[in-house]
């Protein structure tokens, strides 16, 4: 079992930053590839970026690309979403996923049901 904890969410107005991070506890962080995702009301839950185990791998949907960054520290069991350039569009509930895997896997998931293990989300709200 993994554990994971989202932090850093808030109220913040367009053109701001943010940066989440999500905790991992439970088991060997380094053997997940993970995942963010956000879900906005009504709409269903969207993938945003996600790294590989040793952090040298990234993808993003096109939405964040250029905006958003996903990076990790395997000594703190911790990713994180550095989110600048924020709009009222990227209002939502962001979610921090993990996705057990072997060291020779290099794939991308970008499903949610790709994801084994799920945080509770952090809310973002970014005002006009």
């Known amino acids: 079992q993994v554990q994971l904890v989202e932090s850093g969410g808030g109220l913040v107005q367009a053109g701001d930053s943010l940066r989440l991070s999500c905790v991992a506890s439970?088991?060997?962080?380094?053997?997940?590839?993970m995942g963010w995702f956000r879900q906005a009301p009504g709409k269903e839950r969207e993938f945003l970026a996600t790294?590989?185990?040793?952090?040298?791998?990234?993808l993003y949907v096109d939405s964040v690309k250029g905006r958003f960054t996903i990076s990790r520290d395997n000594a703190k069991n911790t990713v994180y979403l550095q989110m600048n350039s924020l709009k009222p569009e990227d209002t939502a509930v962001y979610y921090c996923?993990?996705?057990?895997?072997?060291?020779?896997?290099?794939?991308?998931?970008?499903?949610?049901?790709?994801?084994?293990?799920w945080g509770q989300g952090t809310q973002v709200t970014v005002s006009s």
């Open positions: 790294i590989s185990w040793g952090g040298g791998s990234t």
């Open positions: 996923a993990a996705k057990f895997v072997s060291s020779s896997d290099s794939s991308y998931y970008t499903r949610t049901n790709d994801y084994d293990y």
């Open positions: 439970g088991r060997t962080f380094s053997n997940y590839r």
